[in-house]
């Protein structure tokens, strides 16, 4: 069974839902008014009309109500006037009661029936006189929202190391799981301020670039292989996926040299002489230089 959707995004970088376009004609870029689990939204059609599978579609699937109109989008600027006053109303209560926690960002609904605070803190934070307050001022349902500081660093936007504005920001909708393993088989500096980024978190992009740096590395001995040279024999002390080179401790000198990939044979029987097979000398892949100490 499949559905006729379209993909609809509520934030630059958010995730995309699916809703039924019904009788609508949507393209790219249309703004749309749809119903989602917490009320009436306003979206963006991200992705045109196209047919999916039930396994795709998570939960019911909900309709676009309309395609929006020039009262619509006067009623999203006058939501962001009201998000940036309830901004500085928060923040005055939460000095007022003393709380430690930092207010990221401030998100009312479309249909103004919430308002949503967003906020980072290094432990729980019993908020409920704070809620009382904000609700006897916008007299709607609020909602406090703990976020990490991943979350905030793509609430809030910024520049990389790279010089460029954040993926998380721009166009990553999902954070994957980052682990220090990827930096040391990209052989970086384990150095925290040089593989760690302005939310202070391992940077996504050692992720992204992994699994080119995985498969390059197929093509290479494993670091204290030994291995055969047109020096003799010797144990693989590092490898140069870009320059396509691998460092050799010689077994006779203890000297180590650098040789190309080509010019060492892998597999060397531990006790002596033997026939090896030389590594293939393919291409490792087109990424771009990465430095490490």
């Not at 009201?82 to 901004?87: G, L, Q, T």
């Not at 809030?156 to 980052?178: H, I, K, P, Y």
């Not at 391992?202 to 699994?211: D, Q, S």
């Amino acid at each position: 069974m499949s559905y006729l959707v379209v993909g609809v995004r509520f934030k630059a970088a958010g995730k995309v839902y699916f809703f039924d376009p019904g009788d609508l004609f949507l393209s790219v870029g249309d703004g749309v008014i749809v119903e989602t689990s917490r009320g009436v939204e306003y979206g963006t059609v991200v992705a045109g009309p196209q047919k999916v599978s039930q396994e795709e579609v998570v939960g019911s699937l909900k309709n676009v109500l309309r395609r929006a109109n020039d009262q619509d989008m006067e009623q999203l600027e006058a939501n962001r006037d009201k998000e940036k006053r309830a901004f500085d109303i928060c923040l005055e209560k939460i000095l007022f009661h003393g709380l430690p926690m930092k207010l990221v960002d401030v998100e009312q609904t479309f249909d103004g029936n919430k308002i949503i605070f967003y906020f980072t803190a290094d432990g729980r934070i019993d908020f409920r006189e704070l809620v009382k307050d904000l609700a006897a001022v916008f007299r709607t349902r609020i909602e406090l929202r703990q976020i990490g500081v991943r979350d905030e660093a793509k609430m809030m936007g910024g520049l990389g190391c790279c010089g460029r504005e954040l993926c998380c920001t721009t166009w990553l909708s999902d954070f994957s799981s980052v682990s220090i393993r990827m930096a040391k088989d990209q052989n970086l500096s384990l150095n925290p301020t040089k593989i760690s980024g302005i939310c202070g978190r391992l940077m996504c992009c050692l992720k992204f670039e992994n699994e080119a740096y995985e498969q390059a590395k197929e093509l290479f001995p494993e670091m204290g292989k030994r291995v055969v040279t047109p020096n003799g024999f010797g144990r693989v002390t590092g490898i140069n996926i870009f320059k396509q080179t691998v460092s050799v401790e010689l077994q006779e000198s203890k000297l180590v040299k650098e040789y190309p990939i080509k010019e060492v044979g892998n597999d060397a029987p531990e006790g002596g002489q033997g026939e090896s097979s030389n590594v293939k000398n393919e291409n490792a892949g087109n990424q771009g230089p990465r430095t490490g100490g």
